[in-house]
């Protein structure tokens, strides 16, 4: 699982900024094949896997798993949204990157949306993702169909240790695993709210911002975690003080040691 941490920092990275800008792409998407491949669309009830057939292995994976994790993801957050996913996976690296820009082609997961802002989907970088578990590709698309659902009631200037703390808590939510096993980078050292998700202490800062929604959840419940991201979320600024950071430390203190 520390395979997966270090993606989701890596390559999930900025994705609800990609909803906002770099990911605002033409409806009409390049062709999904190459000389030798064919474009191939798996359906599922909750939407669609688009890929090359030379990537089928990959896109029967992420089929086999949309289904559960849309309605793993829906029954979380109870509100109201299509709770259809189409996802992409592109044949070709210049595909990726005419999809999701070149600043963005090495993640391995990226929820972006059409340019009329009519519609939403899911890009996966081929080689990026065919190296994850099942169990982490069930996480990654987790992550990115819980932007893709909420996108429409998030403020563009949403903080991103709630924008991505939330996505990740939903994303781990039932899988088992320990505070410790999900975030293997944190300790108890906290004094403020994360804020470098783009530089030297992006990593550490996902862990972060995923161990603020497990400790709201302690004090909230599940439901709780739901309603205190919508409501701040909404808003058009987010006063740091809506969490308490003495109580977040002794939850980590207490959890992780």
């Given amino acids: 699982m520390k395979h997966l941490r270090t993606l989701l920092a890596v390559t999930v990275a900025m994705t609800f900024l990609l909803g906002v800008s770099v990911a605002l792409r033409p409806v009409e998407l390049q062709p999904t094949a190459t000389p030798h491949c064919n474009e191939a669309v798996l359906p599922a009830a909750s939407g669609t896997v688009t890929s090359?057939?030379?990537?089928?292995?990959?896109?029967?994976?992420?089929?086999?798993?949309?289904?559960?994790?849309?309605?793993?993801?829906?029954?979380?957050?109870?509100?109201?949204?299509?709770?259809?996913?189409?996802?992409?996976?592109?044949?070709?690296?210049?595909?990726?990157?005419?999809?999701?820009?070149?600043?963005?082609?090495?993640?391995?997961?990226?929820?972006?949306?059409?340019?009329?802002?009519?519609?939403?989907?899911?890009?996966?970088?081929?080689?990026?993702?065919?190296?994850?578990?099942?169990?982490?590709?069930?996480?990654?698309?987790?992550?990115?169909?819980?932007?893709?659902?909420?996108?429409?009631?998030?403020?563009?200037?949403?903080?991103?240790?709630l924008v991505e703390g939330f996505a990740d808590w939903v994303a781990f939510h039932g899988t088992g695993l320990s505070l410790r096993q999900a975030a293997p980078l944190l300790t108890p050292d906290v004094s403020a709210l994360p804020v470098d998700f783009g530089g030297s202490g992006r990593d550490l800062a996902y862990q972060q911002a995923y161990s603020i929604m497990v400790y709201l959840e302690s004090r909230l419940g599940e439901r709780g975690v739901v309603d205190f991201f919508l409501r701040h979320a909404s808003l058009s600024s987010v006063d740091p003080s809506v969490v308490d950071v003495a109580g977040w430390r002794e939850f980590l203190r207490t959890s992780i040691g």
């Fill in 52 to 161: 090359s057939s030379c990537d089928g292995a990959l896109a029967s994976r992420v089929s086999g798993s949309l289904d559960s994790s849309v309605r793993e993801v829906a029954d979380i957050l109870d509100i109201s949204w299509g709770r259809r996913v189409d996802v992409v996976v592109p044949a070709t690296d210049s595909e990726l990157v005419s999809l999701v820009g070149p600043a963005f082609a090495d993640m391995a997961g990226i929820a972006i949306r059409d340019s009329d802002g009519s519609g939403q989907r899911v890009v996966i970088n081929r080689v990026r993702a065919s190296a994850l578990s099942d169990l982490e590709l069930r996480v990654l698309l987790r992550h990115e169909i819980t932007h893709v659902a909420t996108r429409d009631l998030t403020s563009d200037s949403a903080p991103l240790w």
